[in-house]
């Protein structure tokens, strides 16, 4: 099944789109990595990875499907939480082969920390949209992460 070229305005779109997700992404990246190293001795990929398991995934295939990521990597990035005495592995009560991650009380503690940090430098961020544009943003990103096409 051969797929046809979209229209020229719509490359531009698209290019235009790429382009700006790729500079808010290093950007923001770029000001959180040394912002949270010198407030928490922490990490933008570390703060990711302990609020979604605060969030309630638990499982290391559910979290690694959830944030994209390679079981082998996340699976590193687990060892490294764990080391920290951030995480703690337990033997799944339903299921012995399955393991469970729960977040001990410093990796809480970091995770609260970090959040308050986050949020209000992101905060900064989003204040130069109107609640609408914040709105539409939202809803825009979370159709294009659904997996669904949209008619």
């Given at each position: 099944?051969?797929?046809?070229?979209?229209?020229?305005?719509?490359?531009?779109?698209?290019?235009?789109?790429?382009?700006?997700?790729?500079?808010?992404?290093?950007?923001?990246?770029?000001?959180?990595?040394?912002?949270?190293?010198?407030?928490?001795?922490?990490?933008?990929?570390?703060?990711?990875?302990?609020?979604?398991?605060?969030?309630?995934?638990?499982?290391?295939?559910?979290?690694?499907?959830?944030?994209?990521?390679?079981?082998t990597l996340?699976?590193?990035?687990?060892?490294?939480?764990?080391?920290?005495?951030?995480?703690?592995?337990?033997?799944?009560?339903?299921?012995?082969?399955?393991?469970?991650?729960?977040?001990t009380?410093?990796?809480?503690?970091?995770?609260?920390?970090?959040?308050?940090t986050?949020?209000?430098?992101?905060?900064?961020?989003?204040?130069?949209?109107?609640?609408?544009?914040?709105r539409?943003?939202?809803?825009a990103?979370?159709?294009?992460?659904?997996?669904?096409?949209?008619?």
């Open positions: 099944m051969a797929i046809s070229p979209p229209p020229p305005h719509e490359t531009e779109e698209t290019s235009r789109f790429l382009q700006a997700m790729w500079q808010f992404n290093r950007a923001l990246g770029q000001e959180l990595q040394p912002l949270l190293q010198d407030a928490h001795d922490t990490d933008p990929r570390s703060f990711m990875l302990l609020k979604t398991i605060e969030s309630g995934l638990t499982y290391p295939k559910v979290i690694a499907q959830e944030l994209k990521l390679p079981p996340l699976s590193r990035y687990l060892d490294d939480l764990s080391k920290r005495g951030l995480l703690e592995r337990h033997i799944d009560e339903q299921d012995s082969r399955r393991t469970r991650l729960s977040l009380p410093a990796g809480e503690a970091l995770l609260q920390a970090t959040q308050c986050v949020h209000t430098h992101v905060a900064r961020r989003l204040a130069r949209l109107r609640p609408e544009q914040l539409a943003l939202n809803d990103l979370h159709a294009l992460n659904s997996g669904e096409e949209q008619a």
